[in-house]
């Protein structure tokens, strides 16, 4: 990825997020207090599936457990194996939600279309922080986007000059120059995988080495249990035996640390949106439990949700979009 993509990036997710600053005090991520409290509605009734994303695992099962209080009948199956078992349950409707911490991908939007006739909604939810785990003892200042890709990819496409094994390579000394860098990640179902590989490898490939895990907390729970080693996962997994390095588009530039502010800001390099997709045909109406649910996802209580799960709530212009997207009103 070159530096223009790069900034117009960050400057997209500025332009994105923008609205989400409205209300000072998101600088500590505090609830917009324009989010409507969530009032339930007559005939809802069903089964509810959600298939995608194991960064979304958390937070889809807090939006389930908090809409059954509304509706106890209601049945919820949350199943996050990855952002790219998504799309294939949303198409053959396995799924009534396909969470993913990526965007979908133009073959994934066109084979909906194919079968659908029209393309999937992508609804913004909230915003993570894809974070660059070490150990707590570890004494890393920071990192550029360089450096990251020198320690994790095989081909360097950001453009550093040299490989990093160890950690003295990165400045370290004492018992941690001449130590290995043990690498965690994710497989490639997972959409965090994806989106690491594109803005933290600069669309290049990962190390063999790199120690892929099934899920987010089994990247950070190896990076905690291995005092030399390095992982990225999302914000919302993050652990006291782990520390989240500050990190700097390059050499020249302030690290800048995985905080909500940066984040709202667009500063942070590797902020994303959290997205769920809805089969929704244009004009058409949503059935009553998708409807719900979604109106739920936009309340207080649904972003109340997102707090507690780690991640950054969004705000209420974002919301009231995100519901006109598919045709719904505040």
């Not at 965690?184 to 490898?201: D, I, V």
């Not at 302030?254 to 769920?276: F, I, N, Q, S, T």
């Amino acid at each position: 990825m070159s530096g223009r993509n790069s900034t117009c990036r960050r400057v997209c997710l500025a332009c994105l997020i923008y609205a989400v600053m409205s209300y000072p005090a998101w600088a500590q991520t505090k609830l917009d207090p324009k989010l409507p409290e969530y009032k339930p509605a007559q005939g809802v009734s069903g089964n509810l599936k959600s298939i995608g994303s194991d960064t979304m695992n958390n937070e889809m099962t807090l939006w389930a457990e908090g809409f059954l209080k509304f509706y106890p009948n209601v049945q919820a199956e949350i199943e996050g194996k990855g952002s790219t078992t998504g799309p294939p349950a949303l198409i053959d409707g396995t799924a009534h939600f396909a969470p993913m911490s990526r965007p979908m991908k133009g073959k994934e939007i066109d084979d909906f279309k194919k079968k659908h006739g029209f393309p999937p909604t992508a609804l913004p939810t909230s915003i993570d922080m894809l974070a660059v785990y070490v150990h707590k003892d570890n004494p890393i200042k920071r990192l550029t986007m360089q450096q990251v890709d020198a320690i994790f990819s095989r081909t360097r496409k950001g453009g550093f000059d040299k490989a990093i094994n160890t950690w003295g390579d990165l400045g370290l000394g004492g018992e941690w120059k001449d130590k290995p860098i043990a690498l965690y990640g994710r497989n490639s179902a997972s959409g965090t995988y994806g989106y690491f590989r594109e803005h933290a490898l600069f669309n290049g490939d990962f190390r063999d080495e790199v120690k892929e895990q099934p899920g987010s907390s089994s990247v950070v729970q190896g990076v905690a249990s291995d005092k030399y080693a390095i992982g990225y996962s999302g914000i919302g997994y993050k652990t006291a035996d782990v520390r989240a390095v500050p990190l700097a588009p390059d050499s020249k530039s302030e690290a800048v640390p995985a905080e909500a502010d940066r984040a709202y800001a667009g500063e942070y390099p590797l902020a994303r949106m959290l997205l769920v997709y809805v089969n929704r045909k244009p004009g058409a109406e949503l059935d009553p439990l998708r409807r719900e649910f979604v109106r739920y996802l936009y309340s207080k209580q649904g972003q109340s949700d997102v707090l507690r799960c780690g991640y950054l709530p969004i705000g209420e212009v974002i919301a009231t979009k995100a519901l006109a997207s598919v045709g719904l009103k505040r």
